[in-house]
T-cell receptor, first 114, second 113 residues
Framework: EAQVTQNPRYLITVTGKKLTVTCSQNMNHEYMSWYRQDPGLGLRQIYYSMNVEVTDKGDVPEGYKVSRKEKRNFPLILESPSPNQTSLYFC?????????????FGEGSWLTVV | GENVEQHPSTLSVQEGDSAVIKCTYSDSASNYFPWYKQELGKRPQLIIDIRSNVGEKKDQRIAVTLNKTAKHFSLHITETQPEDSAVYFCAASFTGGGNKLTFGTGTQLKVEL
């Protein structure tokens, strides 16, 4: 089954404690990205990757890092989480970075930073 | 900058009535406009999309219209049913960032019996 898998799905952590949200897709997609969803703001892109070893900032990259060492994985790293990073996070992938390719979303990761 | 505005933020209709959600975008170069439905606690699901070379597209009870001159597009749901209740997001592509979408702020649709 084609899917985008995120872990953890739910996490409560403390300010400053480094955490990683993993994302894996099994569709051999080139393009992967991370969005965060906040009430009244919709979904905003954090980082994206056009292919292995190619990453770039989205609209709200501050406080986040990513890496793309393998095609299937695109982890989101919060080096020093702060309460304003409390949000619902979605990983997404598409066949390529060409506009209009169907985007597949993961199930979401609820992150609370206290 | 890249911007998508969506209205209304909440919409309540009676079962069987039609619902219309409207969006405007800022970049005249945008050429791809998908709509997503998000049920509570779940991921966004693509329900319909339209490209800039098309003015209207239908899929059963759902239709999307695009006015490139005015830079706005709309989602129309006819014969609404309770299972249509969800949050709906419009989105638009912008140049740069690969297959990046900029989303509207969402419309909470409630279909009442």
């Amino acid at each position: 089954e084609a899917q985008v898998t995120q872990n953890p799905r739910y996490l409560i952590t403390v300010t400053g404690k480094k955490l990683t949200v993993t994302c894996s897709q099994n569709m051999n997609h080139e393009y992967m990205s991370w969005y965060r969803q906040d009430p009244g703001l919709g979904l905003r892109q954090i980082y994206y990757s056009m292919n292995v070893e190619v990453t770039d900032k989205g609209d709200v990259p501050e406080g986040y890092k990513v890496s793309r060492k393998e095609k299937r994985n695109f982890p989101l790293i919060l080096e020093s989480p702060s309460p304003n990073q409390t949000s619902l996070y979605f990983c997404a992938s598409s066949l390529s970075g060409r506009i209009g390719n169907t985007i597949y979303f993961g199930e979401g990761s609820w992150l609370t930073v206290v | 900058g890249e911007n998508v505005e969506q209205h209304p933020s909440t919409l309540s209709v009676q079962e069987g009535d039609s619902a219309v959600i409207k969006c405007t975008y800022s970049d005249s170069a945008s050429n791809y406009f998908p709509w997503y439905k998000q049920e509570l606690g779940k991921r966004p699901q693509l329900i319909i999309d339209i490209r800039s070379n098309v003015g209207e597209k239908k899929d059963q009870r759902i239709a999307v219209t695009l006015n490139k001159t005015a830079k706005h597009f709309s989602l129309h749901i006819t014969e609404t049913q309770p299972e249509d209740s969800a949050v709906y997001f419009c989105a638009a592509s912008f140049t740069g960032g690969g297959n990046k979408l900029t989303f509207g702020t969402g419309t909470q649709l409630k279909v009442e019996l």
